[in-house]
């Protein structure tokens, strides 16, 4: 079992910065890579970053030179850093992760509770 719980949310005009976290109740070591999503009112849950246990990470397009994604193995924590934000930024963050299952042989997902970032332009 693994708890996620994102914090850092908030309003934010256009061009600002925010950075978000998220806090696992486990080693994130034993963990798969740890990734961030996003979902706007009315639309699909997209992809917006990922951090692997040796570091390499991935951004989607539409972040690419303005978030960056980090992770602090002794407390357990991935922060999402987000510059240059804009209105289209809006949306509920999530991060997410798998832990393998000894006793199956499969990775289950888990999902924290989400924090709001509202961009105002």
């Known amino acids: 079992q693994v708890q996620l719980v994102e914090s850092g949310g908030g309003l934010v005009q256009a061009g600002g910065s925010l950075r978000l976290s998220c806090v696992a109740s486990?080693?994130?070591?034993?963990?798969?890579?740890i990734r961030w999503y996003r979902q706007a009112p009315g639309e699909l849950r997209e992809f917006v970053a990922s951090?692997?246990?040796?570091?390499?990470?991935n951004y989607a397009d539409s972040v690419k030179g303005r978030f960056t994604i980090s992770r602090d193995n002794a407390k357990n924590t991935v922060d999402l850093q987000m510059n240059s934000l804009k209105p289209g930024d809006t949306a509920v963050y999530f991060c997410?992760?798998?832990?393998?299952?000894?006793?199956?042989?499969?990775?289950?997902?888990?999902w924290g509770q989400g924090t709001q970032v509202t961009v105002s332009s």
């Open positions: 997410s992760t798998d832990l393998y299952q000894k006793v199956t042989m499969t990775w289950r997902n888990y």
């Open positions: 951090i692997t246990s040796d570091g390499s990470t």
């Open positions: 486990r080693s994130i070591f034993s963990l798969n890579a």
